[in-house]
């Protein structure tokens, strides 16, 4: 059972994508339980949950059809499971590539500073 959006020739947001980025989600979920919740929607190419500790309560969803994807984030964005809401958003590399990049300035500034010496505590 499938839910189709197709009408004609809809033209879609710039960020809808087949690839959706689902976080908040318990932390013991199972695979199976994800395919049951995101397979209503259409046919699922892939999902691949977190497992690290970084990673945990998050998930990528890749749907064969960029329609089933936009009917999922639609119908699921808020959706209670475990009594936790889930937050289902369409994965954009350019943001994600800047978290990581943030992440290792961080660590290069402070490897700088134990190098030299330098504390942020003395200001």
């Known amino acids: 059972m499938s839910i ?8 879609l947001p ?11 989600l318990p932390f013991n979920i199972t695979s199976e339980e ?8 259409g046919a699922i190419r ?6 690290n500790k970084d990673t945990r309560g998050t998930a990528f969803v890749v749907y064969e059809d ?18 936790r809401y889930l937050i289902v958003l369409y994965y954009q590399p350019a943001k994600m590539n800047k978290k990581f990049d943030h992440q290792k300035k961080e660590e290069e500034i402070t490897k700088l500073q134990e190098k030299y010496g330098i504390s942020t505590k003395d200001k």
Do not use: C, W
């Not at 189709?4 to 033209?11: Q, S, V, Y």
């Not at 994800?34 to 929607?41: A, E, L, N, P, T």
């Not at 892939?46 to 497992?51: F, K, V």
């Open 14 to 24: 710039p960020e809808v994508n087949r690839v959706l980025y689902v976080r908040n």
């Open 46 to 51: 892939q999902i691949r949950i977190g497992t």
């Open 66 to 83: 960029i329609y089933d994807a936009k009917t999922a984030v639609d119908h699921l964005s808020g959706f209670n499971v475990a009594n």
């Open 4 to 11: 189709t959006l197709r009408k004609g020739n809809t033209r």
């Open 34 to 41: 994800m395919y049951d919740i995101f397979g209503k929607y």
